[in-house]
Every structure is written in C-alpha cells, then in structure tokens.
C-alpha cells in the first residue's frame, strides 16, 4: 500500500501530463493550469521547509561553536534581515497613495491668459508629472501653466523602492493650485532596503563570483590542452584554431583562421553537438515512460 | 585570526551598508532643493495660503483651436471576403477572423468588433457604424450598432466595448487576418469595418460593417499535428513491452558498460577508506526537469552503497522541494541497505535558489569538509566549472553528468568521469541491473537505431529531392 498509492498517484499525473501534450481540448488545459497551481503551492510550502533545514542545520553548529561557526551567524542574520526588509511593513501603516491638493486662489493675470496654473511644492529628489509636463523637484515651488480642465499629476522618485503618488486636479481659467507630496518608502521585495540590499551587496557579490569563472576556465583550458595522446593533440589543435579565428588577430594573420574556425563550429560541432541531443532526447523519454508506466520503482521502496 | 577577520567583515559591511542607506534615503521633505527643471519656473518663497504672487511668465501653451468640421472625404470602401474559422486543433477557445481590405491608407485601419450571438433586440438594420454626416457637426456612432445612448468617439482599442459590442481586434498595417480568443461556451457574430482616424486615433469615418455569424469555437480532441511525436512516444512504449517479454525470457540482457557508473562505488569505497564523506550534488532544476528526476532516482543508488559502507553522504540541493524528495530518496536507500539508523537527515541540505550563491556555498562545503568524492548529476549552468575546479583543487574523485550540451566540455575537462546526456538517464537502470529497468535500455537503443534508419532515409530522399520525410511526419 505504502508503495502503490504513490505509484498510482505518480502513474495517473504523468500520464494526464503526457496525454496534455497532444489533446488541445480547453477543459484538458484547465485542468492543467489547476495542477499547475497546485504545485506552485507545494512549491512555494518547501521554501518554509528549505528555511527550517537552513537553521537546523546551521543553529547546533553556532550553539557547539564548531569550526567556521561564525560564517552560520553571518548567514542566519543575512537570512532574518532580508526576511524582515521583505515583509511589506508599509501595509500596516496608509501611507499617501495621491498628491496633497492646498490651497486653491485666483490670478488675474492668469485668467486674463486662460489658463491655469499648478504650482508644484516636493523635495528637490522627486520628479513630477503635471500633464504632459515632466520635471523635478526645485529650491523652492515650481509653476507650470496648464489648460482649464482635469490635470493628471504624478510624483515620483527616480530610485526604486517609492511608491508614486498620483492623483487629478480640476483648475478652471485663473485657477492657482498647490500641490505637494512626499512619495513614501516601501517595505517588502520591491522597497527600497531589500532593493538597495540586493543591488549593493548581492549583485556585486554574484558578480565576483561569476567573475572567478574566467580564471577557473584558463586554468582548466591548461590542463586539457596538453598535448598528451592523440586525441588531446587534435583537441589543442582545434582550440588554437578556434582562439586564433575568434581573436581579431586571426584574421589579420591569415582569413585562413576564421573560416577554420567556422567550419569547426558548424560541421564536426554541430554533428556532435546534435548527435547527443538526439541521444538525451531518447534517454528523456524511456526514463519518462519508466517512470511513468511504474517500471521504475526503487525510489518508491518496498510495501513493508 | 580566521574568526576574528569574518567578525571584522561582518562589522565592515554592517557599517558600508548603513552608511549606503543612509545616501539612498530621501533628504527631509522639501528640502533641500535643486534646480528647476527645464519648461518650470521657480517662484522663491511662494505662500500657498495668501492671494497668489505674481508669477514669472511660464511656459506657453499651445492656443486651442475652434473645432472645423472635417473636409468631405470619400466614402471608405468595406472589407470583403470576410470568413471566421474555428482554427485547427485549436482548444476551443479561438475564431480566426479573415478578409480582403476595401481600402488601404496611413489613416486608415481595419476594427474587428464580436458579441455574442442571440443578444436580445437586435436592431432592424446593422450595422452602420457611424451616424450619416451632418454638415459642420462630427460624426458620431449610430444607435444602431452601439445603443440607445452610443458613447462619443474616441479612440479604439482591443476589448473596448460598444453597447454590445467588444472590440476583438484593430489592426494595423495591412493585417488581414486576426484570431479572437473567445470563452469556449459560446456562439458569436462578427462585424469588420475600415476606420479613417485622426493622428490622435480618434476615428472620424468609417466603412459599411461586413456581417458574419454565427460562428461557435471548436474544441479538438486530438492534436493531428502532434501525431508524429504521439508516434515516437508510442513506438518507443512498445519496444520497452516487447523488451520486457524478451527479458522475462532471456534472463541476461546485456548493457555495454558505463565506467562513469561503474566507478560510483568505487569512489564511495575510497571515501570510506579515507574517512570522508560523498558529497552529491542534484543539480539547478526543479523538481519537475527530467535531469533532476534522474539525478534523484541514481541518488537513491548512491544512498544506499553509502549506508552500506557506512559513510557519510552529503546531498546539496538548490530547491527546497527538491530537498524534501531528495531526503526521503536517501531515506529510502538507507532502508534498502537496512541502516536507517545511519540515516541522518541534517546532512540533506537546501543551499539556496540563487546560482551563484549556490556555488559559493557548495564550494565551501568541498573546501572545509574535503570530500573524498564529488558526484554532480542534474542540470548544471555556468557555475558548473566553479564547482568541478574547486573539487579538483581538493583532489576528490569527480563524477558528472548532465544532458546540458554547454556544461559537458567544463565537466569533461574537470571531472575524472562524465556521463554524456543519455548515459546520466541510463545510469539508475544499469546499477539496478533489473531486467525490466534493463529493457528499458535496450528499447532506448533499438529506438535509436531506428531513428538512424528514419535519419538516413530522409536524407537520401531529401539529396535526390523525391520527398521531405521530416516535414511529413513533424508537421
């Protein structure tokens, strides 16, 4: 029983998977789509679990001061700072979603023009829309004549994290209108602290790493570039070909170079290189079937 | 000193990064102030409450003009040939609308409107989709076609909707043909008309509307231009039943060998001899890639030969869910060698879901526990070198597989043994050496061979241009 309700279970959604794939009947797509969300959830459910396991592991190490414990100190704290910058704490609070709309007067000499004016009152770091006119914030209050009517404004900062504020304004002929507003900082994957956090520390930090690759690359190019039997002799051979056809001084050499190293790409290359996606391919598909069709079993245990 | 420096950077990057927040934060509200923008003018010290100052001469608006009637223009000839399909092999959830353009000009452009059909009084005739011209006053729409009260006009855009009208589509640019996403459960009529619009694309003319309806979405139950790969699928499903009779016969199947498989257990032998643990890693995928599945099902081979050699395995994972299965895999293979005793499930860890972070933590694992065995089966991207090299570095047997055709050079290069594409989803049937699972691997096989044989026939007949035999059956 123990092996054979998974087994069931795992035989009835595959094969619903595979017969997807060639019914295009919308109530077949529904279905999917339902499932699929099921798995998001489950998907979503395992990252609570991945959090667990980080600290299970990582606590009893701190707590024994094993050795490199304070790497674990460094990433539990890193792990409960980004959870708290990620929670959107701005939802506890109402923080302004429009424009503040002051004091309303009228201007002779502006109605005399027909017009309306919206004086525009932000710090210097908030750009403002008034219409179809963009700026930012001044040293003191920015004017900006606009036709009688509704006007769309929206205030905003140029960094990520703020939310922007905007709102309409209606202004007949002679109309002078204040309007302000601080965009406010938010909380949560898209505020302004995890955003700042991810763009200053994480993203120079993967950059490094991804960086490192250059110097692993030369370092295992040396080793197998080695000229020690005949295959690694045509293997050298075929990579000074490449690096000459690719490196501009290639072709200043010779155009021998370049054509050498497009033909290496498009024939022996590509022949090899769509030889083992055929194979994979085939490989793919059995071990879909055996999963599939139940014959694959050992992951599921005994019924014991 | 090794503690002491990472507290010290632990200090340093709480201190870059408060100082960093501290710039990226807004300065208090209103002040200070830059320059103004260009097309703003400033007004120092403005007073919002008193009687408004005297403004310096903003920037001037464009004069409104007086409205002018449009000049007369031609008549805009309708579309013709107008046709909705239900699409081939569709889902039941699309009508393909055709037809020949009446007209073609810059300001011109084709408006697809759709409702359903059997809406309750219908007007008598329709549908006209503009009110006839009055002399010096716009046109508007005809109650007609939008109602009893038809909105003003304005500019068209898909899903608008037109009393009982949708917009289904408005194409540009000489388009002809549109296909209409639709609920599945209903029967539609269509009207197409040309539109002349104004630059602002508010439309000021049109064409007769051409009617067509009704017309009800057709669900299909099979894909007939899938029936190639349905083909494929079965073929190789009857070869793995036939194999499996062979093998019920025949009790020794023979699999050439996979010495990448084969030196599984003798790495996990030497990790024994030396103490240290087998560190294997499941790859970059979800749960739901078919690498990562293979990956697992060889995990379970693994877990089992280390329970039995009492060693310790370590299992690095990029997905959470991907942990979940992957300790009860090895959970699993700890019973089967009877030692869940042994089993210790802490050593199953979630690294991260971030590549490069996970390299960094999978690296840290090689470099402080020095495995003696590295084995790496999964889908792999570029970090595949940073972990292979670093295990290299540690002088662990590495093995590696992976159907990532821009990982196998790096894993080739840095691993003492590689299992190309096929050879990883072979490699749990081989270790098992179960007849069904090896039959399997022979159907895989047979398969290919008939593949060749399809391979090579299409070409000849491609060469001497009789036939495209690949078009025919992959449509």
């Given amino acids: 029983m123990k092996r054979t309700v998974p087994l069931v279970i795992g035989m009835m959604f595959g094969l619903f998977a595979l017969a997807e794939f060639y019914v295009p009947h919308h109530l077949v797509g529904d279905l999917s789509d339902e499932f699929r969300s099921w798995a998001a959830i489950l998907g979503a459910a395992a990252f609570i ?23 674990k100190v460094v990433l539990l704290a890193s792990a409960a700072i980004m959870l708290l910058v990620g929670l959107p704490w701005h939802k506890l609070g109402s923080p302004a979603t429009a424009p503040t709309i002051g004091a309303r007067v009228v201007d002779p000499a502006v109605a005399a023009r027909g017009h309306a004016v919206i004086a525009i009152d932000v710090p210097a770091d908030v750009t403002y829309q008034v219409g179809k006119t963009i700026g930012a914030g001044a040293a003191s209050q920015v004017a900006v004549e606009v036709e009688p009517g509704k006007v ?42 995890f955003v700042w956090i991810y763009d200053h520390i994480f993203s120079p930090a993967n950059a490094t790493l991804f960086a490192l690759l250059a110097f692993f690359v030369a370092s295992a190019a040396f080793r197998a570039f080695r000229a020690r039997n005949v295959e690694a002799a045509l293997l050298l051979g075929s990579a000074i ?24 790409l498009d024939v022996p290359s590509n022949g090899g290189r769509r030889a083992i996606m055929m194979g994979a391919a085939v490989g793919a598909i059995a071990t879909g079937l055996r999963i599939v069709l139940g014959i694959e079993r050992q992951h599921l245990g005994s019924d014991a | ?66 409205h002018r009637p449009e000049p007369p223009r031609p008549p805009i000839p309708g579309v013709t040939e107008l046709e909705v399909l239900a699409p081939r092999n569709d889902s039941g959830r699309h009508l393909a609308v055709t037809f020949t ?46 109602g009893a009260a038809p909105p003003p ?21 000489g388009e002809t043909t549109a296909t209409d996403e639709v609920a599945p459960d209903g029967t539609y009529e269509y009207v197409v008309a040309e539109v002349r619009r104004r630059p602002d694309g508010t439309v000021i003319d049109a064409s007769p509307g051409a009617v067509i309806g009704p017309r009800t979405p057709e669900a299909a139950l099979i894909n007939t231009d899938r029936l190639g790969y349905l083909g494929i699928v079965l073929l190789l499903a009857g070869l ?57 099902l060889i995990l379970g081979h693994v877990a089992e030969k280390t329970a039995q050699y009492d060693t310790d395995l370590v299992v690095a994972n990029y997905y959470p869910l991907t942990m979940v299965v992957a300790e009860e895999v090895v959970r699993q293979g700890y019973a089967n060698a009877g030692r869940i005793d042994a089993h210790r499930p802490e050593r199953c860890l979630f690294i991260t879901a971030e590549q490069f972070a996970f390299a960094a933590g999978v690296n840290g694992i090689i470099l402080r526990e020095r495995p003696a065995t590295n084995i790496y089966f999964g889908a792999f991207y570029g970090e595949s070198l940073l972990l292979a090299e670093t295990g290299f570095l540690t002088g662990a047997v590495q093995i590696a597989g992976t159907a990532e055709l821009t990982q196998l050079p790096f894993f080739i290069t840095a691993c003492d043994y590689t299992l190309i594409g096929e050879e990883m989803y072979a490699a749990s049937a081989y270790l098992t050496k179960e007849p069904n699972l090896l039959a399997n691997l022979k159907a895989a096989d047979a398969f290919k061979v008939v593949a060749m044989v399809f ?17 025919w059956v992959f449509r």
Avoid: C, H
């Fill in chain 1, 49 to 71: 679990l991945g959090g667990v396991n980080i600290l299970q592991v990582s606590w009893p190490k701190i707590r024994r001061r094993e050795e490199d414990w304070p790497y």
């Fill in chain 2, 455 to 471: 391979i090579l026939t299409g070409v000849a007949l491609a060469t001497v241009g009789a036939f495209q035999l690949g078009p």
């Fill in chain 2, 1 to 66: 000193m090794t503690r002491g420096a990472s507290l010290l950077g632990v200090v340093v990057v709480g201190v870059v990064a408060a100082v960093g927040l501290a710039q990226a934060q807004p300065g208090p509200p209103g002040r200070p102030r830059g320059p103004s923008a260009p097309g703003a003018t400033d007004v120092p010290g403005a007073v919002v409450d008193a009687p408004a100052p005297p403004l310096p001469a903003p920037a001037p608006v464009a004069p409104v003009m007086p």
């Fill in chain 2, 240 to 296: 793995i039943v036939w194999y499996i009779e062979a093998a019920k016969k025949k009790k020794d199947l023979y699999v050439r060998r996979l010495p990448g498989v084969d030196a599984i257990e003798d790495s996990i032998g030497r990790s024994t001899e030396m103490g240290r643990p087998v560190l294997y890693v499941t790859g970059l995928e979800e749960i739901q890639n078919i690498q990562t599945i293979a990956s697992l």
């Fill in chain 2, 153 to 173: 006009l304005a500019k068209l855009t898909k899903d608008d909707q037109l009393g009982p009208w949708t917009v289904a589509a408005v194409l540009e640019a």
């Fill in chain 1, 152 to 193: 769309a404004i929206k205030l905003s900062r140029r960094l990520a994290g703020y939310r922007a504020l905007e709102g309409e304004v209606t202004v007949a002929a002679g109309d002078v209108v204040t309007v302000g507003g601080d965009p406010p900082m938010l909380w949560g994957k898209d505020g302004r602290v």
């Fill in chain 2, 101 to 146: 353009r009446g007209a073609t000009g810059d300001d011109l452009a084709t408006v697809i409107f759709r409702r359903r059909w059997g809406t309750p009084n219908p007007p008598a005739s329709y549908p006209q989709l503009l009110a006839p011209a009055t002399a010096g006053a716009p046109r508007t729409w005809s109650v007609e076609f939008a």
């Fill in chain 1, 241 to 264: 070909f490449m690096m000459l056809g690719r490196a501009p001084l290639g072709g200043a050499i010779s155009d021998i170079f370049p054509d050498v190293a497009q033909w290496l």
